[in-house]
């Protein structure tokens, strides 16, 4: 018996050692993180991390492993360590449940002061799971992570990421190589993704490298490079989501783009091929505002043998080219009606259509145009054809129809949209008559001589 006791005091002693600041460890495999600790390391097979509601620290390249999970509570706001530059990396069989509300979203963003924050103040959220890719080997996520992702498992699910604000993340390992405001790798089906935003991302807002997750309410503001990126053999659905950029800021290496999307970087057709589902896209470009930076480019733009699904939606306000077309494969599947582009509303201030790199014999940009009439799209006189209240305001946008708007009907989900997952909806675009980014989402941000 006292073998027993001491041992029991050992264990005590030892769970206790290892406790930080803020932080209770309840036994060997929980931890509990208060108001004030601090999110860092990396979390072994078993443990749980628990985050409650309060203000907390992310501090460096932290990982959950395989078997590990952390669960944040609605409210929390975790900042990132400023010169360690904090990443959460939720690797494959791991899982997240950050679950905020539209009253208490989660929170994560620049440790730095309000007024002195900036795009790429730390990395970002990355999640890998086990659904398929395109890739004959196991693929490494970039960012100067390490960890692979993918696998044979369409319904991975990889937890919940619902109600939450990702701000001013992003950072490049190399180029090439960035930290996205949420990365998701062959992340799967069962996993949940709604109601995000992320806000001034240093590169993209969000990147998908194959998986089949789908995701609803998705908010990209502010974006340096792309709102949405595709690759890597990409199959999910996604429906209700609203970008917006600002003209004054945009990545200086490369080209800023609504959507961008790839079968992989040299355009082979390894399957699955890369094919998102879209509908109900609001997708807004700098709208020749001035002072408009030069990299500002496409709102979509579909290359390298990807095949594509975007229906129901409005796009507008880009300098160049509302719909891009970049290889033979990709013109060839739009043409014969493999991927699709119909009961949009679509306007760029040159270029409305546009073909490149395209060597089909008798391909034109007029032909992808004639596609897209056909097929319901229409092409508006100019930005305000779309009547919507005031869409670009930057600190207070609004993008729902005025009434009477044609954006208020005509959407149609048929074919690979008439799948459950998609809400059967009359409207064009992100928005009818409810404004559902109200309560969690946050535009008020405007630059000072230092930052946000």
């Not at 041992?7 to 060997?28: F, G």
């Not at 959220?125 to 992570?145: D, K, Q, S």
């Not at 890597?232 to 609203?242: D, E, L, P």
């Not at 760029?348 to 009439?373: D, E, L, P, Y």
Request: proline content about 4%; some cysteine; aromatic content about 10%.
């Amino acid at each position: 018996m006292k073998l027993k006791h001491l041992c029991i005091l050992l264990i005590a002693v030892l769970v206790a050692s290892c406790k930080k600041d803020n932080e209770t460890q309840v036994d060997a495999n929980t931890i509990i993180i208060d108001n004030g600790g601090m999110i860092t390391g990396t979390y072994t097979t078993g443990q749980k991390v628990v985050v409650k509601k309060g203000t907390v620290t992310i501090k460096g390249y932290t990982y959950f492993e395989s078997g590990s999970q952390i669960t944040i509570e609605p409210g929390t706001i975790i900042k990132s360590d400023i010169a360690s530059k904090g990443a959460l990396v939720i690797e494959r069989g791991a899982k997240i449940f950050a679950e905020g509300t539209a009253s208490q979203p989660i929170v994560f963003t620049s440790g730095r002061p309000v007024g002195e924050r900036n795009p790429g103040d730390w990395g970002g959220i990355i999640v890998l799971g086990n659904a398929p890719t395109n890739r004959v080997t196991e693929p490494t996520i970039e960012g100067g992570v390490g960890k692979k992702y993918g696998g044979t498992d369409p319904n991975d699910n990889s937890g919940v990421i619902k109600y939450v604000r990702i701000e001013f993340a992003g950072i490049a390992d190399a180029p090439g190589s960035e930290i996205n405001g949420l990365t998701l790798g062959g992340v799967g089906a069962g996993t949940t993704i709604d109601y995000v935003q992320v806000t001034y991302g240093n590169d993209d807002a969000y990147e998908f490298f194959g998986g089949t997750v789908n995701a609803k309410h998705l908010v990209a503001y502010g974006t340096a490079d792309d709102d949405f990126d595709f690759d890597f053999g990409y199959v999910g659905k996604i429906q209700h989501a609203f970008s917006l950029r600002n003209p004054e800021f945009v990545d200086g290496g490369d080209a800023g783009n609504g959507i961008e999307c790839d079968n992989d970087a040299t355009g082979t057709l390894a399957t699955p091929i890369t094919r998102p589902n879209l509908s109900n896209f609001t997708i807004l470009g700098p709208n020749d505002a001035a002072g408009t930076a030069a990299n500002h480019n496409f709102a979509c733009r579909f290359r390298r043998a990807t095949q594509f699904v975007l229906n129901n939606s409005i796009i507008l306000g880009h300098p160049d080219a509302g719909l891009s077309l970049e290889s033979d494969a990709t013109y060839n599947a739009f043409i014969d009606g493999t991927s699709q582009f119909k009961n949009n509303l679509i306007f760029a201030s040159s270029n409305i259509f546009r073909i490149g790199s395209v060597s089909v014999a008798g391909a034109s940009a007029a032909n992808v145009q004639t596609k897209a009439t056909t097929d319901g799209t229409t092409v508006l006189a100019n930005v305000a054809a779309a009547s919507l209240t005031s869409p670009f305001n930057l600190t207070a946008p609004n993008a729902l129809p005025t009434a009477g708007a044609a954006a208020l009907s005509g959407a149609t989900f048929t074919g690979v949209q008439a799948d459950a997952f998609f809400d059967k909806v009359a409207y064009k675009g992100a928005f009818g008559t409810t404004n559902w980014t109200s309560g969690w989402a946050n535009f008020n941000f405007t630059k000072g001589a230092n930052g946000y």
